[in-house]
């Protein structure tokens, strides 16, 4: 059985960090494009970052140079670390995962895999 599970999430003040956490069982992190998505109230879901089987990476205009995606193979995990957190980045934050090399793609309906998400909350 898959399980993404994501952690770390909690509220911060502007201008601080977060370190989110996407600890994955019944699949294999480094076979997988892993990204992390995210959805404010009243808005629609978005691809945030995403990490390639190579470990390429790409970001979401509104997070580059802020946010930095990273995995721990030995540990199945993927990571989001946050910083210069924004009042717009409050959202809840959702690791999922897409059985592709390619992670061009940032269209949530492609992924194969979804955790459960975890609340940020980044007061201004």
């Known amino acids: 059985q898959v399980q993404l599970v994501e952690s770390g999430g909690g509220s911060a003040q502007a201008g601080g960090s977060l370190r989110l956490s996407c600890a994955a069982s019944?699949?294999?992190?480094?076979?997988?494009?892993m990204y992390w998505f995210r959805q404010a109230p009243g808005a629609e879901r978005e691809g945030v970052a995403a990490?390639?089987?190579?470990?390429?990476?790409r970001y979401a205009d509104s997070v580059q140079g802020r946010f930095v995606i990273s995995r721990d193979n030995s540990r199945n995990s993927v990571y989001l670390q946050m910083n210069s957190l924004k009042a717009e980045d409050t959202a809840t934050y959702y690791c999922?995962?897409?059985?592709?090399?390619?992670?061009?793609?940032?269209?949530?309906?492609?992924?194969?895999?979804w955790g459960k998400g975890t609340l940020v909350t980044i007061s201004s």
């Open positions: 999922a995962a897409r059985n592709s090399w390619s992670c061009a793609s940032w269209d949530g309906g492609r992924m194969d895999y």
């Open positions: 019944g699949l294999t992190t480094s076979r997988l494009c």
């Open positions: 990490i390639d089987i190579y470990g390429g990476t």
